[in-house]
C-alpha cells in the first residue's frame, strides 16, 4: 500500500524561509513524478512545484519559480520543497503527491498526502 507523508510545515513571517519534506513507501517509484500542490481557504487546490525522476526534471508555477526549489532523492524516495521568501499569498495547506504523465495537472496524480499547513503572517 503506497504511503505519502508530508513533514515541516509551520508559521513564518513574510520574507522568512520554510523546508517541507515529503516520503513516499509501499511502492515502486521510478516511474512517478513527485509534486507539491498547495490549497488556501475557499481556492481550488493548485500546483506548486514538481520533479521527474531524471535529475533536472523539475517544474514550477510562474508564481514560485524564483523563490521555491523543488529536489527529488531517488534513493530514498523523498522530494523536499525550499521555500524562501516565503508571502502571505503563500498560505494554506501543501500536499505532496505522486504521479505522472503532466506534471502541472491536478488530476494527473494518484497518490496524496494529508497535507501540511504553512502559514505566512506577521
Known amino acids: 500500500q503506497v504511503q505519502v507523508v508530508e513533514s515541516g510545515g509551520g508559521s513564518v513571517q513574510p520574507g522568512g524561509s520554510l523546508r517541507l519534506s515529503c516520503a513516499a513507501s509501499?511502492?515502486?517509484?521510478?516511474?512517478?513524478?513527485m509534486g507539491w500542490f498547495r490549497q488556501a481557504p475557499g481556492k481550488e487546490r493548485e500546483f506548486v512545484a514538481a520533479?521527474?525522476?531524471?535529475?533536472?526534471?523539475?517544474y514550477y508555477s510562474d508564481s514560485v519559480k524564483d523563490r521555491f526549489t523543488v529536489s527529488r532523492d531517488n534513493t530514498k524516495n523523498t522530494v523536499a520543497l525550499q521555500m524562501d521568501n516565503l508571502k502571505s499569498e503563500d498560505t494554506g495547506v501543501y500536499y505532496c503527491?505522486?504521479?505522472?504523465?503532466?506534471?502541472?495537472?491536478?488530476?494527473?496524480?494518484?497518490?496524496w498526502g494529508q497535507g501540511t499547513q504553512v502559514t505566512v503572517s506577521s
Open positions: 520533479a521527474g525522476w531524471s535529475v533536472g526534471s523539475t
Open positions: 503527491a505522486l504521479g505522472s504523465v503532466i506534471p502541472t495537472y491536478v488530476g494527473s496524480y494518484e497518490f
Open positions: 509501499g511502492g515502486s517509484f521510478s516511474r512517478y513524478i
